[in-house]
């Protein structure tokens, strides 16, 4: 007698075609969305030529003066709120408390009159703020 023998199932296969829909979907909304997420003041920077700064482990603390003269002060978050210059000395002396080794920059639009950048700088300074530096956009970048 011949024993029966029981025919083996293939092994069912993974049909991974759904995946790769959900995957190219998700690809898409992320490369919409990724656009939106950034904020922060339009600035439209000077062009210089100059030697990138240094990077340091404290974050720099970026001051910005937009087109209208107002004045912007980014600490690891994008600037979204406008400053009067007591409330930006008042900010920044007490980020210099915190943090007397931190950058201090200032980003200003390149339509703005010279004399509001100057203006942050000595109110930067008035906070007691060692070295100023001034942000520019490389020749590169335009």
């Known amino acids: ?3 029966h023998q029981k025919k083996r199932k293939p092994m069912a296969e993974i049909n991974v075609v ?13 490369m919409i969305t990724a656009p939106m997420l950034q904020q ?7 062009v210089a ?3 990138p700064i240094e990077e ?3 974050e720099p603390l970026i001051v910005e003066v937009d087109a209208g003269g107002n004045y912007f002060l980014s600490i690891n978050q994008p600037p979204n709120v406008n400053l009067s210059t007591k ?3 008042i900010k920044t002396a007490a980020y210099m408390r ?3 080794d931190a950058q201090v920059l200032v980003r200003g639009d390149k339509d703005v009159p010279y004399g509001k950048v100057v ?10 703020v060692p070295k100023v530096g001034l942000m520019t956009q490389s020749g590169e970048e335009q």
């Open 1 to 3: 007698m011949r024993r």
């Open 49 to 51: 030529s100059a030697k």
């Open 40 to 46: 922060g003041v339009e600035i439209d920077l000077p």
């Open 87 to 89: 409330e930006l000395m």
């Open 56 to 58: 340091t482990q404290t």
């Open 18 to 30: 759904p995946y790769i829909d959900v995957m190219l979907v998700l690809l898409v909304i992320f």
């Open 98 to 100: 915190r943090n007397p």
């Open 119 to 128: 203006s942050a700088m000595v109110k930067l300074k008035d906070a007691g």
